[in-house]
């Protein structure tokens, strides 16, 4: 892993700031788009979709505010579609929201919340103490090192509620599956735009 190798620089770190936000900004509107689908026929899995809607309501902001932290333009970095990682995710929770399965997206929450849960807060430390990045600018990592934990044990309780049957489960296993894939992608998107983005200010400097 390159991280622990001490291979990534702070425009590795911008580059997961951008895919992230790009990411996360949609996550409460297609969760309200499920909600509103499923209200009638199973309105606690409606009332789980909304509340997390609301949990996840403005989480992009704290990108915003690691990339300022950074000392960086916002508008730079930001700028521009998101990457093949990013996107796969947020077109397949939009599918799943609208016009598949929504319960599909109880294997998608728990997918992302538990890399959250495992990760967040060791890697926001590792940044800091070999990176030298300031700790104001690991606000993310460090939020979703902590709530996540308890999302991962609402996600779980919600697939015991919601599964019922095999082909539910199968849907919820799919889903797991694809946005893993989709973050191992994400996360090669970041370590390629970083290596472009430390190449083209070596070449500047």
Same mark, same amino acid.
């Given at each position: 892993?390159?991280?622990?190798?001490?291979?990534?620089?702070?425009?590795?770190?911008?580059?997961?700031?951008?895919?992230?936000?790009?990411?996360?900004?949609?996550?409460?509107?297609?969760?309200?788009?499920?909600?509103?689908?499923?209200?009638?026929?199973?309105?606690?899995?409606?009332?789980?979709?909304?509340?997390?809607?609301?949990?996840?309501?403005?989480?992009?902001?704290?990108?915003?505010?690691?990339?300022?932290?950074?000392?960086?333009?916002?508008?730079?970095?930001?700028?521009?579609?998101?990457?093949?990682?990013?996107?796969?995710?947020?077109?397949?929770?939009?599918?799943?929201?609208?016009?598949?399965?929504?319960?599909?997206?109880?294997?998608?929450?728990?997918?992302?919340?538990?890399?959250?849960?495992?990760?967040?807060?060791?890697? @926001?430390?590792? /940044?800091?103490?070999?990176?030298?990045?300031?700790?104001?600018?690991?606000?993310?990592?460090?939020?979703?090192?902590?709530?996540?934990?308890?999302?991962?044990?609402?996600?779980?309780?919600?697939? @015991?509620?919601? @599964?019922?049957?095999?082909?539910?489960?199968?849907?919820?296993?799919?889903?797991?599956?694809?946005?893993?894939?989709?973050?191992?992608?994400?996360?090669?998107?970041?370590?390629? /735009?970083?290596?472009?983005?430390?190449?083209?200010?070596?070449?500047?400097?």
């Amino acid at each position: 892993m390159r991280l622990a190798r001490g291979e990534i620089t702070r425009f590795h770190y911008l580059a997961y700031l951008r895919e992230t936000y790009h990411l996360v900004i949609h996550t409460p509107k297609y969760l309200r788009i499920a909600a509103d689908r499923v209200v009638a026929t199973d309105p606690r899995l409606a009332a789980y979709f909304r509340n997390f809607a609301d949990e996840e309501t403005g989480h992009e902001l704290l990108c915003v505010r690691d990339i300022n932290a950074l000392g960086e333009d916002r508008r730079r970095v930001l700028s521009g579609a998101p990457n093949p990682g990013a996107w796969g995710m947020i077109t397949q929770c939009y599918f799943w929201a609208s016009q598949g399965n929504p319960v599909a997206l109880l294997g998608e929450a728990f997918a992302t919340e538990e890399l959250g849960a495992s990760n967040g807060a060791d890697v @926001a430390k590792l /940044l800091v103490a070999d990176y030298g990045i300031p700790r104001g600018a690991t606000n993310f990592l460090r939020v979703h090192g902590s709530v996540d934990v308890e999302h991962v044990h609402a996600a779980a309780r919600a697939i @015991a509620l919601h @599964a019922g049957g095999r082909a539910q489960m199968a849907e919820i296993v799919q889903a797991v599956k694809m946005t893993y894939r989709y973050y191992s992608q994400l996360f090669t998107d970041v370590l390629e /735009l970083g290596d472009r983005w430390t190449k083209d200010m070596s070449a500047a400097a």
